[in-house]
């Protein structure tokens, strides 16, 4: 009888001293980038820094490579709430407003002080608003991607030499406008299934930054990598409706400076790789073209403001003009 009395005590103590509401609410942060990459690795460090600074009361469980479907598949997956938060380029969450891809527009941005610019300014919190107006869902951050490179089996130096190329693209709306400003054939085809599809030759090439090329060695199966810096691309971390309505504003408040922070380490790991990546893979045995970028970027500039992309003249200007 003692005994049990015993473990009776126990139990209550145990009870009694553990801290209540400890991952009380379990979240799915859903991505397609691999495990070694910067998003990913900063997505843990705050996952853990949001469980931290709000009790154990938020646990984020962070899905990366696809485990949870593909970009276009995450993104339904915020709208139907069998993922709370995903990371994804800014030309898929375009499909849904328009103007936020803008900084997908090949040669729209200047450079990375340019991208800097647009990601603190009062237009790019202008332009995710008319998203969140649409969907309800919460864009808390911008990330650097870095500057996409094309890749093929041949040396590309000016626009002509990629017409009637097969290129895979994202398969977002906004990736055709590069294809269209240098004649080449679009292919979207998911992330996961590039590898593959430049293996077997379903394409001739792809484009994604420096880091990208090495994380999901695209390198070994394409010989040339053009310097092409044709999109300076963009993730958002984007907290659903589901639960960012839910959050008090106290919780808010750390969701929205963990996730700023962590865009922030993110951005900075990125910029550093991309600017030492073209030597290692001429390391590797690869040939880094320099391409006429120039040319590249007189053939993009006329479909800036054709009316394919979506955003306004004013908001085009207002992104030029920052300085």
């Given at each position: 009888?003692?005994?049990?009395?015993?473990?009776?005590?126990?139990?209550?103590?145990?009870i009694?001293?553990?801290?209540?509401?400890?991952?009380?609410?379990?979240?799915?942060?859903?991505?397609v980038?691999?495990?070694?990459?910067?998003?990913?690795?900063?997505?843990?460090?705050?996952?853990?820094?949001?469980?931290?600074?709000?009790?154990?009361?938020y646990?984020?469980?962070?899905?990366?490579?696809?485990?949870?479907?593909?970009?276009?598949?995450?993104?339904?997956?915020?709208?139907?709430?069998?993922?709370?938060?995903?990371?994804?380029?800014?030309?898929?969450?375009?499909?849904?407003?328009?103007?936020?891809?803008?900084?997908?527009?090949?040669?729209?941005?200047?450079?990375?002080?340019?991208?800097?610019?647009?990601?603190?300014?009062?237009?790019?919190?202008?332009?995710?608003?008319?998203?969140?107006?649409?969907?309800?869902?919460?864009?808390?951050?911008?990330?650097y991607?870095?500057?996409?490179?094309?890749?093929?089996?041949?040396?590309?130096?000016?626009p002509?030499?990629?017409?009637?190329?097969?290129?895979?693209?994202?398969?977002?709306p906004?990736?055709?406008?590069?294809?269209?400003?240098?004649?080449?054939?679009a292919?979207?085809?998911?992330?996961?299934?590039?590898?593959?599809?430049?293996?077997?030759?379903?394409?001739?090439g792809?484009?994604?930054?420096?880091?990208?090329?090495?994380?999901?060695?695209?390198?070994?199966?394409?010989?040339?990598?053009?310097?092409?810096?044709?999109?300076?691309?963009?993730?958002?971390?984007?907290?659903?409706?589901?639960?960012?309505?839910?959050?008090?504003?106290?919780?808010k408040?750390?969701?929205?400076?963990?996730?700023?922070?962590?865009?922030?380490?993110?951005t900075d790991?990125?910029?550093?790789?991309?600017?030492?990546?073209?030597?290692?893979?001429?390391?590797?045995?690869?040939?880094?073209?320099?391409?006429?970028?120039?040319a590249?970027?007189?053939?993009?500039?006329?479909?800036?403001?054709?009316?394919s992309?979506?955003?306004?003249?004013?908001?085009?200007?207002?992104?030029?003009?920052?300085?």
């Amino acid at each position: 009888m003692r005994v049990v009395k015993n473990l009776l005590l126990a139990a209550l103590l145990l009870i009694a001293g553990a801290p209540a509401g400890i991952a009380q609410t379990k979240l799915k942060w859903a991505h397609v980038y691999e495990t070694g990459e910067p998003y990913h690795t900063e997505a843990l460090w705050a996952a853990e820094e949001i469980k931290k600074r709000t009790g154990g009361r938020y646990q984020i469980d962070v899905f990366p490579a696809s485990q949870l479907g593909n970009e276009n598949q995450i993104n339904e997956g915020l709208g139907l709430g069998t993922v709370d938060m995903i990371y994804t380029g800014v030309a898929f969450a375009g499909s849904i407003h328009k103007p936020i891809a803008i900084t997908n527009a090949p040669y729209v941005l200047r450079d990375f002080e340019h991208w800097k610019l647009y990601r603190d300014s009062a237009l790019f919190r202008d332009i995710a608003k008319g998203y969140e107006d649409k969907t309800k869902h919460k864009v808390m951050s911008l990330t650097y991607y870095g500057q996409r490179m094309v890749t093929a089996n041949k040396e590309i130096k000016k626009p002509e030499d990629m017409k009637g190329m097969k290129l895979r693209v994202p398969p977002a709306p906004l990736f055709l406008m590069f294809t269209k400003s240098v004649g080449a054939n679009a292919t979207p085809i998911a992330f996961a299934e590039v590898y593959l599809a430049l293996q077997q030759g379903t394409v001739d090439g792809q484009e994604n930054p420096l880091p990208t090329i090495m994380a999901k060695k695209f390198y070994e199966v394409q010989s040339h990598i053009m310097l092409s810096g044709h999109i300076t691309e963009s993730l958002l971390v984007i907290v659903g409706n589901h639960v960012w309505s839910k959050l008090s504003d106290e919780d808010k408040k750390v969701f929205s400076e963990v996730l700023i922070a962590a865009a922030a380490k993110a951005t900075d790991q990125i910029r550093l790789s991309e600017q030492k990546l073209a030597e290692e893979f001429r390391k590797l045995g690869k040939t880094v073209v320099e391409v006429d970028r120039e040319a590249f970027r007189t053939a993009a500039l006329p479909l800036h403001n054709d009316g394919s992309g979506g955003w306004s003249k004013a908001e085009y200007d207002a992104l030029q003009a920052l300085k």
